[in-house]
């Protein structure tokens, strides 16, 4: 789960990482009002789920509390790779002498968190590495011993030849690890930490990126989930126990398992079609996650025809068979259906789907194969 | 032959009682799986339908009935300590079923099993069956008949279907191993690619990836330079979007590592048939069993 840069930097002041002086505005006279309360330059940033805001126009200099009304007026609202505005952050315009970049991210190779840093700061660390690799230098942490003072400190050494900058580095380096870890982040990052021209450092942006996994842990986590960020059909499949992708196809997919949804979704483009969404039911099914999922995907005003995949491991065909009897029941379809499934319970659901005026079949690529004719307005092969 | 797991394997299930564990536990037993013992800790003293013991803890359990191989379906905040567990009181195979594992959980996990000597399989893996003779996990044993074929994949019910194609065309297999979806897992694609290679019995294998990570190149690599046996591959996600968690974990594509034609690429230039569809294994199998 992402969270927004002014929670993140809420969560880093938290364990001590120092973090410029802001608040959160939603109108333009809040955002003037702060940045008369803050009484310095500040920087009116766009909070929203995407990077690359400072190109698009999300982050301005504003001199003083009228200019930070102007940019307000300007960011909120303005489109950040399809997602609206909503928020800025007011905050304490930095002095900056140099900037350097901070990250950790759990890396799959090593199989361990990474910490990543280099003084080649405040732009694309993926162009540092790509260009100039030995500009950064890459710190695997065990995580049964924590990250140690001596790798903290030559992390510090890599980016400052100033042993006092080098001790704040290092003292930054760990208030980050112990936020990371705290927090149950797959990526957390300061970039730009900002050496001031009078020696401090300061973390003038902040990101973390939480392990969904570690949800259940934090609570206090959870509850920073920004919905407005999110496609409204997300936000309900999630909170029915579906994962659901939106995709800009008609061909409506619920499949259990994600492997076998994904390459349903391909089968679908093979075979000429396009994919409606990714979504998967799950292991464990019941009647009720099938109705869910039915409504959730016949919202979608573009879905021209529903394929249902279901290979039955768990998940018992019938509970499968029972949810589209009860769903259809209750809102019948405007858009034809197609039925796969096989495995566990095969011969109840397939007596279910025919007793209800169904048809199913046991193969993968004939039901792609009729769903895609189905979804060009076609009739079934 | 098989790997992994045989009719030697004596199976502890941690979570024995609780819904998904009693279930599978029933089914493996059906399938022919010699199930020693279950734990579930408070529960010590009780029997598992009649037959099986139950312990609070594994190092009872191993010390009681000789388990050598745990399937672990405790929920997602205890399975990182059940692995633990499992690998510290002896185990030296772990099959790791639950989903939703922390992943910063693992990093702690993975080197502690290392270090052991066990073989850690999944977390968020369907399991492991050597068909005809044991089962450990919720691969349906119905689909599955003894055979040549190795398979391994890094999905649940997409493995399902790829097997059940197989054995609808009288392929049978050596075994089918699930690695699972998540970034950071006990046993990978060269793990099971190097086990196929030294099984005399496994003829060629069969391979399904999926979009994200590098797994699937480096497993490329390895078959390109260490492997006699032929190998088809599949890679499920090639009409994915960049930068969204298909449902699994490692799912995801991100900067220029990981997407479907990368792993396509490196699969062709490996020698690695690749089934564009699943019902593709099919043909590309028997043609390279010949």
Do not use: W
């Given at each position: 789960?992402?969270?927004?840069?002014?929670?993140?930097?809420?969560?880093?002041?938290?364990?001590?990482?120092?973090?410029?002086?802001?608040?959160?505005?939603?109108?333009?006279?809040?955002?003037?009002?702060?940045?008369?309360?803050?009484?310095?330059?500040?920087?009116?940033?766009?909070?929203?789920?995407?990077?690359?805001?400072?190109?698009?126009?999300?982050?301005?200099?504003?001199?003083?509390?009228?200019?930070?009304?102007?940019?307000?007026?300007?960011?909120?609202?303005?489109?950040?790779?399809?997602?609206?505005?909503?928020?800025?952050?007011?905050?304490?315009?930095?002095?900056?002498?140099?900037?350097?970049?901070?990250?950790?991210?759990?890396?799959?190779?090593?199989?361990?968190?990474?910490?990543?840093?280099?003084?080649?700061?405040?732009?694309?660390?993926?162009?540092?590495?790509?260009?100039?690799?030995?500009?950064?230098?890459?710190?695997?942490?065990?995580?049964?011993?924590?990250?140690?003072?001596?790798?903290?400190?030559?992390?510090?050494?890599?980016?400052?030849?100033?042993?006092?900058?080098?001790?704040?580095?290092?003292?930054?380096?760990?208030?980050?690890?112990?936020?990371?870890?705290?927090?149950?982040?797959?990526?957390?990052?300061?970039?730009?930490?900002?050496?001031?021209?009078?020696?401090?450092?300061?973390?003038?942006?902040?990101?973390?990126?939480?392990?969904?996994?570690?949800?259940?842990?934090?609570?206090?986590?959870?509850?920073?989930?920004?919905?407005?960020?999110?496609?409204?059909?997300?936000?309900?499949?999630?909170?029915?126990?579906?994962?659901?992708?939106?995709?800009?196809?008609?061909?409506?997919?619920?499949?259990?398992?994600?492997?076998?949804?994904?390459a349903t979704m391909d089968l679908v483009k093979y075979y000429g079609g396009e994919p409606a969404n990714f979504l998967d039911i799950g292991g464990s099914s019941n009647p009720e996650k099938v109705v869910n999922a039915l409504r959730i995907i016949t919202a979608d005003p573009n879905v021209k025809c529903i394929l249902f995949n279901i290979f039955g491991g768990i998940t018992r065909t019938d509970d499968v068979?029972?949810?589209?009897?009860?769903?259809?029941?209750?809102?019948?379809?405007?858009?034809?259906?197609?039925?796969?499934?096989?495995?566990?319970?095969?011969?109840?659901?397939?007596?279910?789907?025919?007793?209800?005026?169904?048809?199913?079949?046991?193969?993968?690529?004939?039901?792609?194969?009729?769903?895609?004719?189905?979804?060009?307005?076609?009739?079934?092969? | 032959?098989?790997?992994?797991?045989?009719?030697?394997?004596?199976?502890?299930?941690?979570?024995?009682?609780?819904?998904?564990?009693?279930?599978?536990?029933?089914?493996?037993?059906?399938?022919?799986?010699?199930?020693?013992?279950?734990?579930?800790?408070?529960?010590?003293?009780?029997?598992?339908?009649?037959?099986?013991?139950?312990?609070?803890?594994?190092?009872?359990?191993?010390?009681?009935?000789?388990?050598?191989?745990?399937?672990?379906?405790?929920?997602?905040?205890?399975?990182?300590?059940?692995?633990?567990?499992?690998?510290?009181?002896?185990?030296?195979?772990?099959?790791?079923?639950?989903?939703?594992?922390?992943?910063?959980?693992?990093?702690?996990?993975?080197?502690?099993?290392?270090?052991?000597?066990?073989?850690?399989?999944?977390?968020?893996?369907?399991?492991?069956?050597?068909?005809?003779?044991?089962?450990?996990?919720?691969?349906?044993?119905?689909?599955?008949?003894?055979?040549?074929?190795?398979?391994?994949?890094?999905?649940?019910?997409?493995?399902?279907?790829?097997?059940?194609?197989?054995?609808?065309?009288?392929?049978?297999?050596?075994?089918?191993?699930?690695?699972?979806?998540?970034?950071?897992?006990?046993?990978?694609?060269?793990?099971?690619?190097?086990?196929?290679?030294?099984?005399?019995?496994?003829?060629?294998?069969?391979?399904?990836?999926?979009?994200?990570?590098?797994?699937?190149?480096?497993?490329?690599?390895?078959?390109?330079?260490?492997?006699?046996?032929?190998?088809?591959?599949?890679?499920?996600?090639?009409?994915?979007?960049?930068?969204?968690?298909?449902?699994?974990?490692?799912?995801?594509?991100?900067?220029?590592?990981?997407?479907?034609?990368?792993?396509?690429?490196?699969?062709?230039?490996?020698?690695?048939?690749?089934?564009?569809?699943?019902?593709?294994?099919?043909?590309?199998?028997?043609?390279?069993?010949?």
């Amino acid at each position: 789960m992402n969270i927004h840069e002014y929670q993140a930097k809420e969560i880093l002041r938290g364990f001590g990482v120092p973090i410029p002086a802001g608040k959160i505005a939603t109108t333009p006279v809040e955002a003037e009002a702060i940045a008369k309360e803050l009484g310095v330059a500040v920087m009116v940033k766009a909070q929203v789920h995407a990077g690359g805001r400072g190109k698009a126009g999300g982050v301005k200099f504003c001199k003083n509390p009228a200019e930070a009304k102007e940019k307000a007026t300007a960011i909120l609202g303005m489109q950040i790779k399809g997602l609206t505005v909503e928020k800025v952050l007011v905050t304490v315009a930095a002095d900056i002498g140099s900037e350097a970049y901070v990250g950790i991210i759990v890396d799959r190779q090593r199989k361990k968190p990474v910490f990543m840093v280099s003084a080649a700061g405040g732009i694309d660390i993926e162009q540092v590495a790509a260009q100039t690799p030995e500009k950064i230098l890459y710190l695997p942490v065990d995580t049964r011993y924590g990250l140690r003072g001596f790798e903290a400190m030559r992390m510090g050494f890599f980016l400052y030849s100033d042993v006092k900058l080098a001790k704040q580095a290092a003292k930054i380096m760990q208030q980050l690890y112990a936020a990371f870890m705290a927090s149950g982040c797959s990526l957390a990052e300061i970039n730009p930490l900002v050496a001031t021209p009078t020696g401090e450092l300061i973390a003038v942006d902040g990101k973390m990126v939480v392990d969904d996994n570690e949800l259940d842990r934090h609570a206090d986590i959870e509850a920073l989930r920004d919905v407005s960020s999110e496609a409204p059909s997300e936000v309900d499949a999630r909170n029915c126990n579906l994962t659901f992708i939106k995709l800009d196809g008609n061909v409506g997919c619920v499949v259990n398992g994600a492997g076998l949804a994904m390459a349903t979704m391909d089968l679908v483009k093979y075979y000429g079609g396009e994919p409606a969404n990714f979504l998967d039911i799950g292991g464990s099914s019941n009647p009720e996650k099938v109705v869910n999922a039915l409504r959730i995907i016949t919202a979608d005003p573009n879905v021209k025809c529903i394929l249902f995949n279901i290979f039955g491991g768990i998940t018992r065909t019938d509970d499968v068979a029972n949810g589209i009897v009860t769903a259809t029941k209750a809102n019948p379809l405007k858009v034809p259906i197609v039925i796969r499934l096989t495995g566990t319970n095969e011969e109840i659901a397939m007596k279910i789907l025919t007793e209800n005026g169904f048809s199913a079949s046991a193969d993968m690529d004939e039901a792609v194969v009729k769903a895609v004719a189905m979804a060009k307005g076609g009739q079934a092969a | 032959m098989s790997i992994f797991i045989n009719k030697d394997t004596k199976l502890v299930v941690q979570g024995i009682t609780g819904r998904d564990g009693s279930f599978h536990t029933k089914q493996a037993m059906e399938y022919g799986t010699n199930v020693v013992a279950g734990v579930t800790p408070g529960k010590g003293g009780q029997m598992f339908e009649g037959t099986v013991p139950i312990f609070n803890n594994v190092y009872d359990a191993v010390a009681k009935t000789g388990a050598n191989t745990s399937v672990i379906y405790v929920p997602p905040m205890g399975a990182a300590d059940a692995i633990m567990e499992a690998v510290d009181a002896g185990c030296a195979t772990v099959v790791c079923i639950t989903e939703g594992v922390p992943v910063l959980d693992m990093t702690r996990v993975y080197p502690f099993v290392k270090e052991k000597g066990a073989r850690l399989i999944g977390p968020n893996c369907p399991g492991v069956i050597s068909p005809g003779q044991a089962k450990v996990g919720i691969i349906p044993g119905r689909i599955c008949i003894p055979g040549n074929v190795g398979v391994v994949s890094r999905s649940g019910t997409l493995t399902y279907e790829v097997v059940y194609q197989l054995t609808r065309a009288g392929i049978g297999q050596t075994t089918c191993v699930g690695i699972g979806g998540d970034p950071i897992n006990g046993t990978n694609f060269i793990d099971c690619l190097d086990a196929f290679e030294k099984d005399p019995n496994t003829h060629a294998v069969a391979m399904m990836g999926e979009i994200g990570g590098t797994d699937e190149q480096e497993a490329a690599d390895f078959v390109k330079n260490k492997m006699t046996k032929p190998v088809v591959g599949f890679i499920a996600g090639q009409t994915a979007p960049p930068g969204r968690r298909m449902g699994h974990a490692g799912a995801i594509i991100s900067g220029s590592a990981g997407t479907a034609a990368e792993k396509i690429e490196a699969f062709k230039a490996a020698g690695i048939g690749v089934a564009v569809r699943p019902m593709d294994f099919v043909e590309l199998i028997k043609a390279k069993l010949k």
